[in-house]
């Protein structure tokens, strides 16, 4: 889609491309960045975010058997995290879906409507989406 990539996982670890990829439009414009400036640049800031979140995803009973490394990558490229204060409200019954999928890194949630405490590694919101 819109926004996509691929090719980043070749870049960082010097393996051979797992995509073949064709122009199906009338004219296509990429823009290329070397390896050198990739790994340089964009690389390093990839990588620190997939450290700091992939080892996470592969302890979620979801993701750990379901995806592979590639894929764990490309969820970690695209978490975004939120943190919320003692109290704060993070979803209400009833309310239109945010369309987002929550992974609770640290600390513990009440779901009040299913009478149940969510901790590390538990996920809700799986079934809006």
């Known amino acids: 889609g819109a926004g996509g990539g691929c090719g980043e996982l070749s870049l960082l670890t010097l393996k051979p491309r797992t995509a073949t990829i064709a122009a199906t439009s009338q004219e296509v414009t990429l823009l290329m960045v070397n390896r050198k400036t990739f790994n340089g640049k964009i690389g390093d800031l990839i990588k620190k975010k997939r450290d700091q ?27 975004k995290p939120k943190v919320f204060e003692n109290g704060e409200q993070v979803t ?34 799986e079934v809006e989406i």
């Open 53 to 79: 979140w992939v080892p996470f995803l592969e302890k979620v009973s979801i993701f750990e058997k379901d995806l592979n490394a590639y894929e764990r990558g490309l969820l970690a490229d695209a978490v």
């Open 92 to 125: 209400k019954a009833g309310e239109m879906s945010s369309s987002l999928f929550f992974l609770l890194k640290e600390g513990i949630i009440e779901d009040v409507t299913q009478k149940r405490q969510l901790q590390s590694g538990d996920y809700f919101g």
